[in-house]
């Protein structure tokens, strides 16, 4: 059964409410994309704020729909659920983001990843595309589903065939990520089939997430990631700062990442945000660097 969402006002969202009834095509892809990577966050501050999601891809199209974010399964499934109601022809995929620490790779079912088929160019011969948005640092625009080394803004990216999932691919970040890749399978996958790991995620004291309130955002030039009270700027023009205090802190979730909260919302996650990132700071070297796990 499709999911039922407010098409209108997810592409109000993303500022592209002229693609309303557009044939697919690459060009509006990208744009799609592109938009999605620069105006929805990746975050999970619900889980701070004590408020359980699912990765129902309608509940997640509502959340983006009224200013908010997500990681994958919710941005993935919530894109996915977009771009079939606009006509793509699009597969959801059980995949696996491997962190710096990690020394396995595979589709543990940490990661929900999308392709595109059906829209053949220069660049993708074969119609297929890399669709992803839960990555945090990760594509700015879709990839063509093509072996070898690709360019997205300053990073660079490599596609091959995994070695841990036969007939699946090997996605490589770029050396500055936050991740050295992600592995998934060729078969479609069910939402049904990151449940359980949603909930490890979500509720889990060794959950990164749980852990470390956490925010992203791409551009074309780089990306912003906020960790804890750490800023970091990757790409262009590439810094760290520590946002000093509460003020700081909520007017970077809102220039930055488009994040705005309500006075109560804010005095709930402050002190919690603040004695987490004291604990991630004496923890630092014990925990994993990927944003999702």
């Known amino acids: 059964m499709p999911d039922t969402i407010d098409v209108t006002g997810y592409l109000d969202r993303l500022g592209l409410p002229e693609l309303a009834g557009?044939?697919?095509?690459?060009?509006?892809?990208?744009?799609?994309?592109?938009?999605?990577?620069?105006?929805v966050p990746y975050e999970c501050l619900?889980?701070?704020?004590?408020?359980?999601?699912?990765?129902?891809?309608?509940?997640s199209a509502r959340r983006i729909v009224a200013g908010r974010g997500g990681y994958c399964f919710h941005l993935n499934g919530a894109f996915s659920a977009l771009l079939r109601a606009l006509g793509y022809r699009v597969t959801r995929h059980?995949?696996?983001?491997?962190?710096?620490?990690d020394p396995a790779a595979g589709a543990t079912g940490n990661h929900l990843v999308l392709t595109v088929s059906g829209l053949s160019s220069a660049e993708s011969p074969g119609g297929d595309w890399l669709v992803d948005?839960?990555?945090?640092d990760g594509l700015h625009g879709p990839l063509p589903l093509v072996e070898g080394t690709h360019t997205d803004g300053p990073f660079r990216y490599g596609l091959r065939a995994s070695e841990a999932e036969p007939g699946g691919w090997r996605f490589d970040h770029d050396p500055r990520g936050s991740f050295l890749g992600m592995d998934f399978r060729a078969g479609p996958a069910r939402m049904s089939e990151f449940q359980e790991k949603h909930v490890e995620l979500s509720t889990s004291p060794e959950s990164?997430?749980?852990?470390?309130?956490?925010?992203?955002?791409?551009?074309?030039?780089?990306?912003?990631?906020l960790r804890g009270l750490t800023l970091t700027r990757i790409g262009a023009?590439?810094?760290?700062?520590?946002?000093?205090?509460?003020?700081?802190?909520?007017?970077a979730l809102a220039d930055i990442f488009g994040i705005v909260l309500p006075e109560p919302d804010r005095a709930l996650l402050w002190p919690r945000v603040?004695?987490?990132?004291?604990?991630?700071?004496?923890?630092?070297?014990?925990?994993?660097?990927?944003?999702?796990?």
């Open 274 to 293: 603040f004695a987490a990132h004291q604990r991630w700071e004496r923890e630092q070297p014990d925990l994993p660097t990927r944003m999702d796990l």
């Open 46 to 59: 619900e889980i701070h704020l004590d408020r359980p999601t699912t990765v129902c891809p309608a509940e």
């Open 133 to 136: 948005l839960g990555m945090g």
């Open 237 to 251: 023009d590439p810094s760290r700062s520590v946002l000093a205090d509460e003020v700081t802190y909520f007017n």
């Open 22 to 39: 557009h044939e697919p095509s690459v060009p509006a892809l990208r744009a799609l994309h592109r938009a999605h990577a620069e105006r």
């Open 208 to 225: 990164g997430f749980v852990r470390v309130a956490t925010a992203a955002r791409r551009d074309s030039t780089g990306a912003d990631v």
């Open 94 to 101: 059980v995949g696996g983001v491997q962190g710096n620490a």
